[in-house]
């Protein structure tokens, strides 16, 4: 006899859908994916089932898609099927075959629930793959988000099986008589999870023969630890975070107050791509010269005297922009520019707006970011200076000086610091004929 009334009861606890939503299923052949299939058609949900055929297996990965558009049809189903060139989108994309399958299937699968009307989409795994994923986790390295195992409902994905082991599986399959076909590579050791399922999760069965009901129960306590942790993690947010227009702030004595320190900085800084030895290294690091600055793929963090600042990293692709005397505006690293010219030797002071001299511009002039050893006249003076020197005058934060826009001449003369100060040899004089004018455009 199927198991509905757990079935059932799991979906309801999980909240995992309601009633009269459409659920794709993704079904390999599998004793796992055929069990879901048969239970849900027993309940009366409205189901449509969803085959990926990998090209792997040849042959076999063939007699899998027969099966499955068979097994669809005989329960007057709808029925999907997709094929992959695997191995090619794994090379292209310099990933293992396995991640290649996932990343694949997943895309698809979201694909046609969009397209067909689907509310979910659910995966037929169980509570021996979550002790697989947990191990995996623990064996490669991970935080607290990697010991819940696999989530019952994630976005889109639902996943039904979760409160029946491999064993239960097996026994209801067997019971009921369902057919289904086997994949041989779950026989093969080529990979690291069936390494853990063919060799290691046996011994531990050896000792606790309820493995995956004790994993499932330890699971949960892990769900409830990482949830603890997140609201403890918000109300650290609120204290410690400050908003400001170049970045966030963190205060370095609220960072040394925080127990244990490690972790929950981490915490705080995830969100911006910071893995934990970059977090090791900004701790040993705070006693250290201002100046020193960390990296993620998006942001740098920079120890600012008394505070670490989080800055989202500028794109460099275009590390410089030629402008055009018939361009009215352009843009340079997020920030929008206007240009015009006028006849009237009138202007306004203004860090954001300058009124040069038109005749003595070469264009195409040029806009980029700032370089080790730029000098320029400031206003009012007569001597050239350093723009380092002049940023550290200005008390311009370490980490906001590689990305301010600097506007140089054809000659190469600096002309302006966008938004700071323009060159004294710029500036208009009575002999002045035509005025050009530009202008930072603050939103």
């Given amino acids: 006899m199927l198991p509905l009334k757990q079935f059932q009861d799991f979906i309801e606890q999980q909240e995992l859908f309601k009633k009269d939503n459409r659920i794709l299923l993704a079904v390999s052949g599998g004793k796992d994916s055929v069990l879901m299939l048969h239970l849900f058609k027993a309940i009366g949900v409205d189901v449509g089932v969803a085959h990926c055929n990998f090209n792997l297996r040849a042959d076999e990965a063939q007699r899998d898609e027969n099966f499955v558009k068979m097994l669809a049809l005989s329960l007057n189903l709808p029925f999907y099927v997709t094929h992959f060139d695997t191995k090619k989108y794994a090379a292209e994309n310099k990933i293992s075959t396995q991640m290649a399958a996932r990343d694949l299937r997943y895309n698809w699968f979201e694909e046609i629930r969009v397209k067909e009307g689907y509310d979910f989409i659910a995966l037929a795994q169980h509570q021996n793959d979550s002790v697989e994923t947990v191990l995996i986790n623990l064996v490669r390295g991970t935080g607290i988000s990697g010991l819940h195992g696999i989530l019952p409902k994630r976005n889109k994905l639902i996943r039904p099986l979760l409160f029946l082991s491999r064993e239960e599986i097996n026994h209801f399959v067997d019971h009921e008589n369902i057919n289904f076909v086997e994949d041989s590579s779950n026989a093969s050791k080529n990979y690291l999870r069936n390494k853990l399922r063919l060799d290691v999760i046996p011994h531990l069965q050896q000792i606790n023969p309820n493995l ?16 603890f942790l997140n609201l403890q993690v918000e109300e650290f947010k609120t204290k410690l ?19 244990p320190q490690k972790l929950l900085l981490y915490e705080l800084l995830k969100p911006y791509g910071f893995v934990e030895p970059v977090v090791a290294e900004i701790i040993s690091a705070l006693d250290k010269q201002s100046g020193v600055k960390f990296l993620s793929q998006s942001h740098q963090a920079t120890i600012n005297r008394d505070d670490l600042i989080i800055s989202k990293i500028i794109s460099t692709e275009n590390e410089h922009r030629v402008i055009h005397s018939n361009e009215s505006s352009f843009e340079f690293n997020g920030n929008q520019f206007g240009l015009s010219f006028s006849d009237d030797l009138k202007f306004e002071v203004s860090k954001n707006k300058i009124f040069i001299d038109a005749d003595i511009l070469l264009f195409p002039l040029i806009i980029r970011n700032w370089q080790n050893g730029d000098r320029f006249i400031p206003f009012g003076m007569q001597t050239l200076k350093k723009i380092s020197d002049f940023f550290i005058d200005e008390k311009v934060p370490l980490h906001l000086k590689s990305n301010i826009p600097i506007l140089v001449n054809g000659n190469g003369e600096v002309i302006w610091i966008a938004g700071m100060r323009q060159d004294n040899r710029y500036k208009i004089l009575k002999s002045t004929k035509k005025v050009a004018i530009f202008e930072l455009k603050i939103n």
Avoid: C
């Fill in 212 to 227: 995956e009901h004790t994993f499932a129960e330890n699971i949960n306590r892990f769900a409830e630890i990482e949830t």
């Fill in 241 to 259: 975070l400050l908003n400001k227009p170049d970045g966030i702030y963190i205060s370095v004595e609220g960072i040394k107050a925080l127990k």
